[in-house]
């Protein structure tokens, strides 16, 4: 009798771990109750906003001299920007920077002794205006004041956007139903159907030049060097699934 019981045990315990394994498989042979997928957007643009700085100096013995020679420079400077159409309240001129020079002189013995050779002053000026093609042209054409005597270098424009704010939200926008429209694709073709989006959580934001093989950067590029650009934004979107 208790062999009976104890066989009887063993085949029910034997059914229920069956049972138990075949469920299991059953339920690991199902589709996934969700997705995870990444949406993608781009967008070409013109920047609205240029700003170019540009400097100037003059060199003399006497400190005053070259205060002087400075302050007749930064006038013509200034005549030049606004005879090529840039306001006066665009130009802004930054403190004077004032260096020492030396010259290193050698004498026959071999011995070196470094002496005074006069002062240095420098100016910087920089422009800030929503008139990039004006700019960008005085950018190209202000080494003109070269020829007048001017010691004068001149940067790279740098170029923004102003309405970056909403151009991003427009992107997120589009990323986001790129986003349903790839889950819908890949429930689709496991046999499911999509339902509503559980999470989602936005990507890397880039500003790159347009049909540039600029590198992207996984803290997000921004490119200020190039006038038309492209901004692409990432999403990754998680949806529930019938």
């Known amino acids: 009798m208790k062999n009976q019981?104890?066989?009887?045990?063993?085949?029910?315990?034997?059914?229920?771990?069956?049972?138990?394994?075949?469920?299991s498989y059953l339920k690991s042979k199902r589709a996934p109750s969700k997705i995870?997928?990444?949406?993608?957007?781009?967008?070409?643009?013109?920047?609205?906003?240029?700003?170019?700085?540009?400097?100037?100096?003059?060199?003399?013995?006497n400190l005053q001299d070259a205060f002087n020679a400075l302050k007749v420079d930064q006038e013509r400077v200034k005549g030049y920007l606004m005879a090529k159409g840039i306001k006066a309240d665009?130009?802004?001129?930054?403190?004077?920077?004032?260096?020492?020079?030396?010259e290193n002189k050698r004498f026959p013995d071999g011995?070196?002794?470094s002496a005074f050779s006069g002062y240095r002053l420098t100016q910087r000026i920089s422009i800030e205006s929503n008139k990039v093609d004006q700019v960008e042209l005085?950018?190209?054409e202000v080494t003109e004041l070269i020829n007048e005597g001017i010691e004068l270098y001149s940067d790279a424009p740098r170029y923004y956007y102003t309405k970056l704010a909403d151009l991003k939200i427009d992107l997120l926008a589009a990323a986001a139903k790129d986003a349903r429209v790839?889950?819908?694709?890949?429930?689709?073709?496991?046999?499911?159907?999509l339902k509503d989006m559980e999470t989602g959580e936005m990507g890397i934001f880039q500003i790159t030049g347009q049909n540039s093989n600029e590198d992207y950067s996984w803290g997000g590029t921004f490119n200020t060097a190039s006038r038309n650009k492209t901004a692409s934004i990432t999403v990754r979107v998680n949806f529930a699934l019938d």
């Open 182 to 193: 790839r889950a819908e694709k890949i429930a689709e073709n496991a046999g499911a159907s």
């Open 90 to 102: 665009e130009i802004v001129f930054s403190a004077v920077d004032i260096g020492k020079e030396f």
């Open 36 to 61: 995870s997928v990444t949406g993608l957007s781009s967008r070409d643009f013109g920047s609205d906003l240029i700003v170019w700085s540009a400097g100037f100096a003059r060199r003399a013995f």
């Open 5 to 23: 019981i104890s066989t009887i045990a063993i085949s029910l315990a034997i059914i229920l771990g069956c049972y138990i394994l075949g469920n």
């Open 111 to 113: 011995s070196e002794t």
């Open 138 to 140: 005085v950018s190209r």
